[in-house]
DNA sequence: CTCCGACTATGACAGCTGTCATAGTCGGAT
DNA sequence: ATCCGACTATGACAGCTGTCATAGTCGGAG
């Protein structure tokens, strides 16, 4: 968990992932980011001669599969898993993490869809990306409780839409209420 | 409609919100602001002495306003009204809005909750501030539906992260897609 | 040793940012 | 006519941005 045990360049995709959560790509500063990942600067040119862009696509890929896999993790441990009771669990992931954290850090894909999604191509094709990656396992499991693809595909793009956007409330106001909410009202739907 | 319409200081207030709608706060130059604005640069500091700050929140303040008039529009244009039905609209403005415009532009409040809810707590109140504004004429329609305000409470609250979550999945995408699917999919729990 | 490739170090670059100081231009009231 | 306040114009400022050129270090293979 710790950076030190990281390459330097995972440590520079995972600082590049852990800035822009909290400040957006256009706040999110190169030099900071090697800072912060305690790497070399000139390795930036390096690793990633793509620039800036590739850094963002690849934190966002990043963020995608680590997501993907802590959604896989929360199946895995469900004795008697239904669709609401993963959504519960993603939540309160996330409610977890805002509240540790002060609500200083959201969505890295938000973040890359707000700033990016007109002015850089390259960007929001890796959110678009990291968005699928996220949801395939959550659409494999709904399948797995029984739901027909089509219908888990749905629900899965449910999930997302309204955790992003209680996400995004919750840091507005500084309370995890809306995140609490959107699990506990979307839950018949859900199951149904 | 027209931008010259109005006087310069709501002129450089609206320009700023398109442009926060389309690149952040963080991409959101004065100078270009001032430039799409047709209005002079020596305005700023006279109009907004407390800089970028206060003008991005007013952007917000303005943009809460506008919603939230919309809003109304809809209620009074309802003939039969019901929660879904007014979701429905304001999903329909999103999605119409989105594909006239490509993508390019998103929601003001959820650029500046992402780049700035903890750099900068001038822009996070005021974009808490436009989300209330913006819910409570949702929550006040739904009370006239006959919902007890508790009640109605939460459901506007699930509508906006719904919807937020929506826009940003439908820009990720280039697909409104994920806007539609969320007005079916809600619409038997908001209309319960 | 010698050479080569992987990686690092550092300084410079033009371009843009928000902010400010200063001066200028008006229109209208006195 | 004169004065004042509202508004505009312009140039400068330090600070930061992403990118690049150049040179350096270092470890291991030949």
Redesign the interface.
């Known amino acids: 968990m710790s950076a030190d045990t990281r390459a330097p360049r995972e440590r520079m995709v995972y600082a590049a992932a852990q800035h822009l959560r ?6 999110t500063g190169l030099r900071q980011v090697v800072v912060d990942a305690d790497a070399p600067r000139g390795s930036l040119q390096h690793y990633f001669p793509g620039g800036k862009d590739q850094l963002v696509a690849e934190a966002l890929d990043w963020s995608g599969t680590w997501a993907a896999a802590r959604v896989e993790e929360h199946v895995s441990r469900m004795r008697r898993p239904t669709p609401s009771r993963l959504f519960k669990a993603v939540v309160g992931d996330w409610a977890a993490d805002l509240e540790a954290r002060e ?4 969505c890295p ?3 890359a ?7 850089n191509e390259t960007v ?1 094709h890796a ?2 990306t990291a ?1 699928e990656t996220w949801r395939r396992p959550i659409t494999d499991a709904l399948v797995a409780m029984g739901r027909p693809r089509r219908r888990a595909e ?2 899965s ?2 999930m ?7 996400i ?2 919750s ?4 309370d995890t ?2 995140l609490r ?2 699990a506990r ?2 839950a ?2 859900l199951d149904a």
Do not use: K
């Open positions: 909290r400040a957006g790509v256009g706040g609500f200083a850090r959201g894909v938000a973040a869809v707000v700033d990016c999604a007109d002015t929001r959110a678009e968005l749905s629900l793009t449910l997302l839409c309204a955790l992003e956007g209680a995004l409330l840091r507005a106001g500084r209420a809306p909410l959107v009202e979307l018949p739907v």
